[in-house]
């Protein structure tokens, strides 16, 4: 699963720095492992198959494809404001549902909200359903359906308030050999969505946007993204007001294929605000992991 880029208001450059920090740490065990797989690997008789591509790995866009049966995979991705210090680290995962066709996924945020406060944000719950792409053909949709809960806390503003209903439309087209063009269009609507002050109203947001990937190579890949969102927030009682955001964010994405099937793939983004987002910009962190849990 994708969502657009949130990134709360000011927050705690200290808090961020420590997070960093330990973030690299674990980077540098991943790292390590990697390369230890990497070179078992490399001793392995030259009949081996050749490397799995990269392929479901962007970061601000939902790519049309999901896991192959038998394969799960783990997401991480930590975006930091360039000032400020304000950041926001999500986990997530996929599991097939016995075959391509179906997939089930969650994410949990983690935030800081500014002002030194920090804590979980709206847990998602997904359905995902392959609805053309099965047989690798250049053309994959794949249509999801989301729940969001109230995990978070609207008061500290790591949350909406109130339980969300959100629909993803992922269209995944391989223009060429060497690129691949994607495109989302969503929206989410909160029934009873509350700010700060606890005042209460319905809040629905829209989204949309695309990117290409470049495979320089089956292993290191070129993406730019683009995101625009329409996010509804609540201003009174019983009423609610949008304010855009548009993001750019040119990328790289590269690829550990390890014994077993495994493939961490890390990754890393310059989030750039455009026209009504000008001057709020990020760094973007990404790290997946996947492997078979079934024969």
């Known amino acids: 699963m994708r969502t657009t880029l949130r990134i709360p208001s000011v927050g705690s450059v200290r808090n961020a720095v420590l997070f960093v920090s330990r973030a690299v740490r674990g980077a540098v065990i991943i790292s390590a492992f990697s390369l230890a797989g990497a ?3 490399s001793a392995q008789s030259a009949s081996n198959s050749r490397p799995e591509p990269i392929k479901d790995n962007s970061f601000l866009i939902e790519e049309a494809y999901n896991q192959e049966a038998g394969v799960v995979q783990h997401i991480s991705t930590f975006n930091r404001l360039t000032t400020g210090g304000t950041w926001a680290y999500t986990f997530g995962q996929e599991w097939p549902v016995r075959s391509m066709r179906h997939q089930l996924s969650f994410s949990v945020p983690f935030m800081n909200a500014g002002a030194g406060t920090r804590g979980v944000g709206d ?6 359903y392959q609805l053309a792409g099965m ?17 978070g806390n ?6 909406a308030g109130g339980a969300s ?19 989302n269009a969503g929206m989410t609507h909160t029934v009873h969505a ?3 002050l606890g005042d209460r109203a319905a809040a629905t947001s829209i989204a949309g946007g695309g990117s290409a990937v470049w495979l320089a190579t089956a292993s290191f890949n070129v993406l730019v993204e683009s995101v625009w969102s329409r996010t509804a927030t609540v201003s ?23 014994a077993r099937g495994m493939q961490v793939v890390p990754g890393i983004a310059y989030v750039v605000g455009v026209g009504p987002s000008v001057g709020t910009n990020a760094l973007f962190a990404y790290l997946s992991v ?6």
Do not use: C, K, M
């Open 194 to 196: 509350q700010n700060a």
């Open 290 to 295: 996947e492997h078979p849990f079934a024969r």
């Open 165 to 183: 209903f959100q629909a993803n439309l992922p269209v995944s087209v391989e223009a060429a050999p060497q690129l691949t063009l994607h495109a």
């Open 123 to 128: 847990a998602a719950l997904n359905y995902r």
């Open 236 to 258: 009174a009682p019983g009423v609610s007001t949008g304010a855009n955001q548009w993001v750019v964010a040119p990328g790289v994405r590269w690829a550990h294929n390890l």
């Open 39 to 41: 070179s078992h690997l």
């Open 154 to 159: 609207s008061a500290l503003g790591t949350g």
């Open 135 to 151: 047989n690798d053909g250049r053309l994959a949709i794949a249509p999801r359906v989301s729940v969001i809960l109230a995990t």
